[in-house]
């Protein structure tokens, strides 16, 4: 896990399309932070908000610090942007149990050489990130897969792959979440040609 990652929120009172716009001159992004039998309408400002996005995403924690109340465990359920600005219209926290399991999507980061590329073989990302359950504490930044083994036409598939501990892989069926493909006809009557 990473480092913990804190943003400063305010209540807010106003609801409806006026008051939304009126907040958006204002240069404050309205959001909601819900949990079990708990929904706070807040605000807070786009800069923080992007940093801590930029850190968190999806995945990780974030403290919430609702003002003038406790700090509070969050994911960032939904980011809502404008159509075609930068800005962001709307964000949405989900209050989590530190001490209860949550599932969430962590991305998939791949190192090393595959064996089978000096004979051609090309790198596929079949999945570029992996739904796990852990506790919140315990979510991992993202899943390192050493692909340098792979040979022509393999792959590493979801039951292959060590998770950290205390965290589980979500899965029905056992896909490939990377592979090493031979490489095409044309190519290999091209690189025929030109020898």
Not at 62 to 83: D, M, Q, S
Not at 84 to 103: M, Q, S
Not at 123 to 150: A, H, M, N, Q, Y
């Amino acid at each position: 896990m990473s480092e913990q990652i804190t943003l400063t929120v305010q209540k807010r009172e106003v609801t409806g399309k006026g008051a939304m716009r009126e907040l958006h001159r204002q240069g404050l992004v309205p959001g909601v932070y819900y949990a079990k039998g708990e929904n706070v309408l807040i605000q807070v400002e786009p800069l923080p908000l992007n940093k801590a996005y930029a850190k968190a995403g999806n995945s990780q924690l974030v403290y919430l610090n609702i003002e003038g109340g406790e700090t509070r465990p969050a994911l960032i359920k939904e980011l809502v942007r404008h159509p075609f600005k930068t800005e962001i219209t709307h964000v949405d926290f989900f209050g989590v149990d530190l001490k209860k399991a949550v599932r969430v999507r962590v991305p998939v980061e791949t190192e090393g050489k595959p064996k089978g590329a000096v004979m051609g073989g090309k790198l596929i990302v079949f999945r570029d990130g992996l739904d796990v359950e852990c506790l919140p504490t315990d979510i991992p930044d993202k899943i390192v897969l050493d692909v340098s083994p792979l040979d022509l036409g393999e792959n590493i598939h979801i039951a292959d792959i060590a998770m950290p501990k205390g965290v589980q892989a979500m899965y029905d069926e056992n896909f490939a979440v990377v592979g090493l493909s031979a490489p095409t006809a044309e190519a290999e009557e091209g690189e025929a040609a030109a020898e």
